[in-house]
């Protein structure tokens, strides 16, 4: 059973930066899109930045371009989205998502597995 565990969520001041990992249990990222997604209360869930494990193509929403920084590590199978220069409209709640063998970046009905979500609440 593939599963995937988000972490490093917390709370930032206000340009500060926080760091979030996305790891895979039951399978290897290598035929996967790894995306990151984002829900803010009241809400709908959008899309963040995605990242092909293998060929590297990287998608990023244009509000997070030049802050976010998406990376993986293939000996730790693990993805990282490095999220600097915080903004209070960055809180939300992110989630990981994995899409098998596909490049559709933005669509979260084309991801087939989900994390649970890790809290990112930033402070003005």
């Known amino acids: 059973d593939v599963q995937l565990q988000a972490s490093g969520g917390g709370l930032a001041q206000a340009g500060g930066s926080l760091r979030l990992s996305c790891t895979m249990s039951?399978?290897?990222?290598?035929?996967?899109?790894i995306g990151w997604f984002r829900q803010a209360p009241g809400k709908e869930r959008e899309p963040v930045s995605s990242?092909?494990?293998?060929?590297?193509?990287?998608d990023y929403a244009e509000s997070v371009k030049g802050r976010f920084t998406i990376s993986r590590d293939k000996a730790k199978n693990s993805v990282y989205l490095q999220m600097s220069s915080l903004k209070p409209e960055d809180t939300a709640v992110y989630y990981c998502?994995?899409?098998?063998?596909?490049?559709?970046?933005?669509?979260?009905?084309?991801?087939?597995?989900w994390g649970q979500g890790t809290q990112v609440t930033v402070s003005s």
């Open positions: 039951g399978d290897t990222f290598d035929e996967y899109v």
């Open positions: 990242i092909r494990f293998n060929g590297g193509s990287k």
């Open positions: 998502a994995a899409q098998y063998r596909g490049w559709v970046p933005r669509a979260a009905p084309a991801y087939d597995v």
